[in-house]
Protein backbone atom coordinates (compact mmCIF):
# COMPACT_ATOMS: atom_id res chain seq x y z
CA UNK A 1 0.00 0.00 0.00
CA UNK A 2 3.07 2.70 1.11
CA UNK A 3 4.81 1.48 -2.57
CA UNK A 4 1.19 2.14 -4.27
CA UNK A 5 0.91 5.86 -2.59
CA UNK A 6 4.51 6.51 -3.24
CA UNK A 7 4.45 6.06 -7.00
CA UNK A 8 1.43 7.89 -7.34
CA UNK A 9 2.62 10.46 -5.81
CA UNK A 10 6.63 10.42 -7.61
CA UNK A 11 4.03 10.55 -10.74
CA UNK A 12 2.55 13.56 -9.33
CA UNK A 13 5.48 15.19 -8.73
CA UNK A 14 7.33 14.34 -12.57
CA UNK A 15 3.74 15.52 -14.03
CA UNK A 16 4.06 19.16 -12.14
CA UNK A 17 7.53 19.63 -13.12
CA UNK A 18 6.87 18.56 -16.90
CA UNK A 19 3.79 21.07 -16.85
CA UNK A 20 6.16 23.77 -15.14
CA UNK A 21 8.33 23.78 -17.97
CA UNK A 22 6.15 24.20 -21.03
CA UNK A 23 5.99 27.59 -19.31
CA UNK A 24 8.25 30.57 -19.50
CA UNK A 25 8.86 34.34 -19.71
CA UNK A 26 9.10 36.80 -22.54
CA UNK A 27 10.78 40.35 -23.01
CA UNK A 28 9.76 42.81 -25.35
CA UNK A 29 12.87 45.17 -25.58
CA UNK A 30 12.47 48.84 -27.13
CA UNK A 31 15.15 51.34 -27.00
CA UNK A 32 16.35 50.03 -23.77
CA UNK A 33 13.34 50.28 -22.14
CA UNK A 34 11.89 46.66 -21.26
CA UNK A 35 8.21 44.81 -21.37
CA UNK A 36 7.38 41.69 -19.38
CA UNK A 37 4.85 38.71 -20.02
CA UNK A 38 4.98 34.75 -20.44
CA UNK A 39 4.26 32.03 -22.59
CA UNK A 40 2.73 29.07 -22.43
CA UNK A 41 4.09 25.77 -24.46
CA UNK A 42 1.07 23.29 -24.25
CA UNK A 43 -1.63 25.93 -25.23
CA UNK A 44 0.58 27.72 -27.46
CA UNK A 45 -1.00 31.12 -25.90
CA UNK A 46 1.00 34.27 -25.04
CA UNK A 47 0.49 37.68 -23.29
CA UNK A 48 2.48 40.70 -22.61
CA UNK A 49 2.28 44.06 -21.37
CA UNK A 50 3.27 46.97 -23.25
CA UNK A 51 3.08 50.39 -21.51
CA UNK A 52 -0.17 49.35 -19.37
CA UNK A 53 -1.85 47.54 -22.88
CA UNK A 54 -2.16 43.82 -21.98
CA UNK A 55 -1.67 41.88 -25.32
CA UNK A 56 -3.23 38.25 -25.51
CA UNK A 57 -2.98 35.95 -28.71
CA UNK A 58 -1.28 32.33 -29.34
CA UNK A 59 1.43 31.25 -32.02
CA UNK A 60 2.14 28.70 -34.42
CA UNK A 61 5.41 27.08 -34.70
CA UNK A 62 6.69 26.53 -38.16
CA UNK A 63 6.90 22.89 -39.76
CA UNK A 64 9.32 21.50 -42.29
CA UNK A 65 7.92 17.76 -43.80
CA UNK A 66 9.84 15.07 -45.22
CA UNK A 67 9.49 12.44 -47.82
CA UNK A 68 12.12 9.60 -48.37
CA UNK A 69 11.98 6.09 -50.08
CA UNK A 70 14.66 3.24 -49.14
CA UNK A 71 15.18 -0.05 -51.28
CA UNK A 72 16.91 -2.80 -50.22
CA UNK A 73 16.67 -6.08 -52.53
CA UNK A 74 12.91 -6.67 -53.19
CA UNK A 75 11.65 -4.77 -50.53
CA UNK A 76 10.72 -1.20 -50.47
CA UNK A 77 10.47 1.29 -47.84
CA UNK A 78 8.34 4.58 -47.85
CA UNK A 79 8.20 7.69 -44.81
CA UNK A 80 7.10 10.56 -43.97
CA UNK A 81 8.32 13.18 -41.52
CA UNK A 82 7.08 16.12 -40.08
CA UNK A 83 9.26 18.17 -38.01
CA UNK A 84 9.27 21.45 -36.45
CA UNK A 85 12.38 23.74 -35.87
CA UNK A 86 10.45 25.75 -32.90
CA UNK A 87 10.58 29.25 -35.11
CA UNK A 88 7.20 30.21 -35.24
CA UNK A 89 4.68 33.23 -35.27
CA UNK A 90 2.08 35.33 -33.02
CA UNK A 91 -0.76 37.30 -33.31
CA UNK A 92 -1.86 38.65 -30.04
CA UNK A 93 -4.50 41.90 -29.15
CA UNK A 94 -5.31 43.81 -26.73
CA UNK A 95 -9.15 44.44 -25.04
CA UNK A 96 -8.94 48.06 -26.97
CA UNK A 97 -8.55 46.23 -30.45
CA UNK A 98 -4.43 46.84 -30.74
CA UNK A 99 -2.45 44.01 -32.43
CA UNK A 100 0.70 43.08 -32.26
CA UNK A 101 2.03 40.67 -34.63
CA UNK A 102 5.84 38.51 -33.95
CA UNK A 103 8.08 36.38 -35.93
CA UNK A 104 10.51 34.32 -33.83
CA UNK A 105 13.67 32.14 -35.01
CA UNK A 106 14.19 28.45 -33.53
CA UNK A 107 13.52 28.02 -29.86
CA UNK A 108 16.40 25.86 -28.69
CA UNK A 109 16.78 24.96 -24.70
CA UNK A 110 13.56 27.25 -24.29
CA UNK A 111 15.58 30.22 -25.37
CA UNK A 112 14.96 32.37 -28.81
CA UNK A 113 14.68 35.74 -30.86
CA UNK A 114 12.80 37.61 -32.89
CA UNK A 115 10.85 40.75 -33.45
CA UNK A 116 7.25 42.02 -32.89
CA UNK A 117 5.29 45.39 -34.18
CA UNK A 118 1.99 46.93 -33.66
CA UNK A 119 -0.23 48.45 -35.94
CA UNK A 120 1.25 51.68 -35.28
CA UNK A 121 4.87 50.90 -36.14
CA UNK A 122 6.49 50.34 -32.72
CA UNK A 123 8.90 47.62 -33.12
CA UNK A 124 10.49 45.45 -31.06
CA UNK A 125 13.08 43.30 -30.06
CA UNK A 126 11.58 39.78 -29.13
CA UNK A 127 13.66 37.66 -26.06
CA UNK A 128 11.85 34.38 -25.03
CA UNK A 129 13.07 32.49 -22.11
CA UNK A 130 15.80 35.24 -21.57
Not at 34 to 57: A, C, F, T
Not at 69 to 84: H, L
Not at 99 to 107: A, H, M, Y
Request: aromatic content about 6%; proline content about 2%; glycine content about 14%.
Amino acid sequence: MKAKSLARNALTVLALIQLAGCTGHLKLVEDGKVHSGRYDQLSKSLEINVDGVLYRGSFVQGVSAGFGTAMTGTRVGISTVMVTDGSGQALLTSPEGKVLRCVFGPVVAWRGQGQCQTNEGRLFDLLIGQ
